[in-house]
């Protein structure tokens, strides 16, 4: 059983920044992608960011040169590090581990940005 859990959500204003966590426990075999989501109130959930095993990132074009998605292999834990910040990227951030036996979410946490 994977469990992921992240952490690093605020309250900021615009053009700060924040760095998102997301710690992964249990027995993590055959990663296929690291990702971050995000779900805005009455919103779709969207594809924020990617990483694969071989460091290839995907970036969504509103956050491309802002956001950056990085992992630590030693702590097992998942980052996102959001500069210039926009109240349009307020939404609660989930991180997704998708691995041979299946995918995996986080339960959420909340970014909200202040004009």
């Known amino acids: 059983q994977v469990r992921l859990a992240e952490s690093g959500g605020d309250l900021v204003q615009a053009g700060g920044s924040l760095r998102l966590s997301c710690a992964a426990r249990g027995i993590i075999r055959g990663v296929r992608v690291l990702a971050w989501y995000r779900q805005a109130p009455g919103e779709q959930r969207e594809l924020v960011a990617t990483?694969?095993?071989?460091?290839?990132?995907n970036y969504e074009d509103s956050v491309k040169g802002r956001f950056t998605i990085s992992k630590d292999n030693i702590k097992n834990t998942l980052y996102l590090q959001m500069n210039s910040l926009k109240p349009e990227d307020t939404a609660v951030y989930y991180c997704?581990?998708?691995?041979?036996?299946?995918?995996?979410w986080g339960q959420g946490t909340q970014v909200t940005v202040s004009t």
């Open positions: 990483l694969t095993m071989d460091g290839r990132t």
């Open positions: 997704n581990v998708v691995l041979i036996d299946g995918s995996y």
